[in-house]
């Protein structure tokens, strides 16, 4: 089964004390929606029409997994709390078998 990833670049962070509270839940959430966290923040170097700021990729079992985690209650209060804290780019994809 081909495994399912988010993928979320941030384009600006206009709260960042709204996203600390952000990560405060959504961790929690993502673990218990059995994803991993593989990439948070850190260096970035953009190319093309890229952005050099934020990124953050996290692995789950399946695509459907990480579906019903984006889709989950404990998420879903996390993302409350973002509002209008940031702009990113956010994408559930499908891995290669």
């Known amino acids: 089964m081909a495994k399912g990833y988010w993928v979320s670049v941030y384009r600006t962070i206009s709260d960042p004390e709204k996203l600390a509270a952000y ?13 991993r966290t593989f990439a ?3 260096r970035v170097v953009a190319y093309d029409a890229g952005i ?17 985690a984006r889709e989950s209650a404990a998420y879903q209060e996390a993302l409350a709390v973002l509002a209008d804290a940031v ?3 956010f994408r559930i994809i499908e891995g290669i078998d």
């Open 23 to 35: 990560n405060k839940l959504a961790g929690p959430a993502v673990r218990a929606g059995g994803g």
């Open 40 to 42: 948070r923040g850190g």
């Open 52 to 68: 050099a700021e934020r990124v953050v990729l996290i692995e789950f079992d399946s695509f459907e997994q990480a579906v019903a």
């Open 87 to 89: 702009e990113r780019d």
